[in-house]
């Protein structure tokens, strides 16, 4: 596991389990279908990214490093990939709708971003394709020029690694979106960025669910005693990881975005105080999260 979050999650994990800050203001309220529209795609995200893993992962126990195995995939694989292709697809088309009326269940944020539900659906569904062929491409990387050539124990570790990394982004995204839940109770005591909450910041329930994800992926991880020489550098995907899934939780989940809460998400061009360097000519963002 890479070195800043997890030694984040024993340096913070005692000041997290004891205090608790005063509770936020709840955001812009959003309609129950633009509610449901929200947990779908977020739900549906996570296991679309899964499924790809479990194509490419078949694929390579069978016949590793063959063509089918990456994309632009071929036989089997192909066909396992579309179907998932298709799952997502039909989740979207059903839940979220920009209709331009009081049935509209496209939140506000999403068109903002991309236009339209379908467009907002299409952009996080090519970034969730970018993160899922990261991790299989790099794990499942082409050892036969090693010394050993693929052992069935460096196998088994990639078979473990991909697991791994899939069970926790469903976890930590199952995390933000009940931080969500809890936020429209107002039951939470700090933000719900995703960003903030995938290096312990944020509402603090939350961050101790994202904390059990980081020891359980440190757990699994640790098992893979023998990785294949290929695989140089498993810290560096796991922070690409982090990041990637920042990124497209930073629009999903994070759903209308909080003006101020110090995380540039959807539509906004800076927030203070992360905002230096975000505007041209180091502008100053404005009080509305947006350059001059």
């Known amino acids: 596991m890479s070195a800043r979050p997890l030694f984040a999650c024993f340096a913070v994990l005692s000041l997290v389990l004891v205090t608790r800050a005063p509770v936020f203001a709840l955001p812009e309220a959003l ?8 947990a779908a795609i977020n739900k549906a995200l996570a296991g679309y990214g899964k499924a790809r893993g479990n194509c490419v992962a078949g694929c390579e126990k ?10 632009p995939f071929g036989g089997k694989t ?25 049935d509209d269940t496209c939140p506000e944020c999403f068109e903002q ?3 339209s539900c379908a467009a907002f659906g299409t952009a996080v569904s090519a970034r969730s394709v970018t993160l899922t062929e990261d991790i299989t491409d790099t794990i499942f990387c082409n050892d036969s020029g090693s010394p ?3 052992t069935k124990a460096e196998a088994k570790c990639q078979k473990t690694l991909v697991s791994g990394l899939a069970s926790f982004v469903n976890a930590v995204t199952k ?3 009940n931080c969500l839940k809890n936020e429209r109770k107002a039951k939470t005591d700090a933000s719900c960025n995703p960003e903030g909450l995938l290096f312990l910041s944020g509402d603090s329930k939350t961050v101790e669910c ?3 994800a980081f020891f359980k992926l440190s757990s699994v991880t640790g098992k893979c005693v023998d990785q294949p020489e290929c695989l140089t550098n498993f810290g560096g995907l796991e922070t690409r990881v982090y990041n990637q899934l920042a990124d497209v939780g930073g629009d999903v989940n994070v759903c209308p975005a909080e003006c101020g809460d110090g995380y540039t998400q959807g539509a906004e061009a800076c927030d203070p105080p ?3 360097g975000e505007c041209p000519g180091n502008a100053a963002c404005s009080a509305t999260c947006t350059c001059p």
Request: charged share 20%; with cysteine.
């Open 175 to 177: 995390c933000a979106s």
């Open 274 to 276: 992360s905002s230096v």
């Open 210 to 212: 994202v904390l059990k």
């Open 78 to 102: 192909l066909a396992c990939v579309q179907k998932a292709d298709a799952k997502l697809a039909a989740v979207l088309a059903k839940k979220c709708t920009s209709a331009g009326n009081d």
């Open 62 to 71: 069978k016949t590793p490093s063959a063509p089918d195995c990456a994309a």
């Open 113 to 115: 971003v991309n236009g």
């Open 31 to 38: 309609s129950k279908g633009e509610i449901g529209c929200q």
């Open 148 to 150: 050993d050539g693929l």
